[in-house]
């Protein structure tokens, strides 16, 4: 069984007068464990693809399945559990809480969860540590380094143990060094069975994934996957 | 239990948030400070009140009934007219229905007038020189700080003594032993047995403690042989104070041949009509208190609720963030409550910190503590008006769609 499964989804905007097909009819399914990189040129509907399967946006039109579950029929407080519980992000701008320091935002998505102090710590402690950041857990966000807070950002996406890592041009606001130790970082996620969905329009980085897809103007225009590198 | 840990994280948010705008947390928490602080004020000073009038209403006993010509309390006008009216109650009058009551433990007629009383070169004025019998003593319930009260032969019309009130005493004697001393009463020479226990408060200060006790019959060949005399009645104990009530009214038309037809041509008095009237004025000046200090905390509701939109609008990329990573509707709601709630909380405390020397020296005046009641109660007033403006607030940021509050900057 696909662990996403889009049907027809449709996205449109109402702006002023005007309407904008951010995504139209778009089918797609994900297996668990898949690593895919979405390209496309800017405003062609990648981030809004992206916010529907990490369930922050519901779609004017079509279904969703995750995990087996409807996801376009939930509520609010359904969609927030969600999120919580199967999906991780990755900002662009890292989306870090500026007056929490590294532990404390890690800490955060276990907060939501209600899992209690000492295991959250535990936990919390655990996930900064794969990403190599724990001398630095004390540190507030401006007291890192870019490539430290996407660090934290990756940190604090899978301390869930999500069912889906979904990162949005997680190198964008990064140099290329730095950019390529985060997709390293990625890489050696999808190795240890995660499943990854990364958006970006740097062809090096896209090469990271196994299957690429290329969306223009609201539709998939190919879905390809490559041998592996 | 998630909804404790959200709490817990909610109060850690608010005092990040609050030790994050130092300045602006204590501007806001201005309004609610000063709210808080009038309020508790207000509470404080109409409970001193309260406990000040029942310490001194005390001084007239619950199980005394006053049988006389006018009512204590006088509603209008009319009623004035109707009672000024009335015949006085007469010396004759009061022996009949003195010798007709079984249901007393003590009774005493009790006629008054003011005069001066002369010590050798001082003298001072009396409000109250009262012709009465040793059983007034009972009746009053005074106690004797030095000597005995006037015993029944005397107020029989024996020798002229007379017992006085501490007030009186201290006015003339200053700190000499009155007893013992002859002091001239209305041009005649009496000699003083006893003095009075100070009773203090409201009623001890304009009743017992400046009266001049002189048994009736001197009172009545000195001063006034036709006066308007009240019947102090102690009802035994065992007898209901409502029986009493009525058997004395019948008494009381009885002797004074009011017919079936006619109402009471007199009045029973009783402690319990002082305490009524009372409340209903407290009452009023409490109510109308409350509510005038209560604007000033409504005042500050309206800062909180002004400040509580701007860091809500400030914050709308971290509702954002936390709506990505699994915060509910709810989580969001009481994160800003708590934050709206903490900062009214912080105001009362500082609110309270500032009313509590002020309440010592109202301490001087009026028997106020800043009660443990109060202190909670304004607290919890606070945290409610931090809950209560900032629900707006928290509101909105609870419903934001979190895609769009992730894309503010
Ligand atoms: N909240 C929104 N309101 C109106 N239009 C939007 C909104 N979000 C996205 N769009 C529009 O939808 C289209 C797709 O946007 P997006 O998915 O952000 O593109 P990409 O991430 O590929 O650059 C764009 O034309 C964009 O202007
Ligand atoms: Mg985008």
């Known amino acids: ?229 | 239990m998630t909804l404790l840990a959200e709490i817990r994280e909610g109060l850690r948010i608010a005092l990040t948030a609050i030790r994050a705008n130092k300045l602006r947390s204590c501007l806001t928490t201005l309004g609610v400070i000063i709210g808080i602080l009038t309020v508790t004020l207000m509470g404080t000073a109409i409970e001193g009140l309260n406990r000040s009038f029942m310490q001194s209403i005390s001084s007239i006993g619950a199980d005394v009934l006053y049988a006389q010509r006018q009512d204590w309390i006088i509603r209008s006008h009319e009623e004035w007219l109707t009672m000024r009216k009335r015949r006085p109650v007469t010396v004759s009058q009061a022996e009949s229905i003195l010798r007709q009551v079984e249901f007393a433990k003590a009774i005493s007629p009790i006629a008054q007038r003011g005069g001066k009383i002369q010590y050798q070169d001082r003298d001072t004025l009396s409000p109250a020189i009262v012709g009465t019998t040793d059983q007034y003593a009972i009746s009053a319930g005074v106690s004797l700080n030095a000597g005995r009260f006037i015993t029944s032969s005397e107020s029989e019309g024996g020798r002229p003594v007379c017992v006085l009130g501490a007030t009186v005493a201290t006015n003339l004697f200053k700190s000499e032993s009155a007893i013992g001393a002859r002091v001239k009463i209305a041009g005649r020479n009496f000699d003083v047995v006893g003095v009075l226990e100070p009773v203090g408060g409201l009623f001890g200060e304009g009743g017992v403690d400046s009266q001049i006790v002189i048994p009736l019959n001197q009172f009545l060949t000195l001063l006034d042989n036709n006066p308007d005399v009240s019947l102090q009645v102690k009802v035994a104990s065992g007898e209901g104070l409502e029986e009493a009530r009525e058997e004395l009214r019948a008494i009381m038309r009885k002797v004074r041949q009011v017919k079936p037809s006619d109402p009471d041509d007199f009045s029973i008095n009783q402690q319990d009509q002082i305490v009524s009237a009372f409340r209903q004025v407290a009452g009023t000046i409490a109510a109308v208190g409350l509510f005038i200090t209560g604007l000033s905390l409504f005042v500050g509701g309206i800062g909180i609720m002004n400040i509580m939109f701007v860091s809500v609008a400030e914050r709308t990329k971290e509702i954002g963030i936390r709506k990505a990573i699994g915060a509910k509707h709810r989580t969001i709601l009481i994160q800003f409550l708590i934050e709206a709630a903490a900062i009214c909380v912080l105001g009362g405390l500082i609110g309270l910190a500032l009313a509590w020397p002020i309440t010592l020296i109202m301490a001087k005046v009026m028997p106020s503590t800043l009660s443990p009641t109060i202190v909670c109660l304004a607290l919890v007033v606070a945290a409610l008006t931090g809950i209560i403006s900032g629900f707006l607030p928290a509101w909105r940021a609870a419903r934001m769609n979190p895609v769009d509050a992730l894309r503010s900057e």
């Open chain 1, 1 to 229: 069984m696909s662990l996403i499964r889009l049907e027809k989804i449709t996205r449109r905007y109402q702006m002023g007068g005007e309407t904008i097909h951010a995504l139209r009819e778009v089918s797609l399914t994900i297996a668990r464990g898949e690593y895919v990189a979405i390209m496309g040129p800017s405003g062609s509907g990648k981030s809004t693809l992206m916010n529907l399967i990490g369930c922050l946006d519901t779609p004017t039109s079509g279904s969703y399945h995750l995990n087996g579950a409807d996801v376009s029929d939930m509520d609010d407080n359904e969609l927030a559990e969600v999120r919580n519980r199967e999906i991780g992000f990755v900002f662009q701008t890292f989306n870090l809480l500026a007056r929490s320091n590294a532990l404390h935002n890690v800490e955060l998505p276990l907060i939501y969860a209600g899992i209690d102090t000492d295991e959250r710590r535990r936990v919390a402690l655990e996930a900064i540590e794969s990403v190599g950041l724990t001398d630095r857990m004390h540190h507030k966000p401006n007291e890192l380094s870019g490539g430290q807070r996407q660090r934290v950002a990756v940190a604090r996406a899978l301390v869930n143990k999500p069912s889906i890592l979904l990162a949005d041009e997680p190198t964008g606001n990064l140099d290329s060094r730095t950019g390529e130790e985060i997709m390293a970082l990625f890489e050696q996620l999808s190795r240890s069975g995660n499943t990854i969905i990364v958006v970006t329009h740097e062809e090096d980085i896209a090469r990271h994934a196994r299957r690429i897809l290329r969306i223009r103007d609201g539709l998939i225009a190919s879905d390809e996957v490559q041998g592996r590198s």
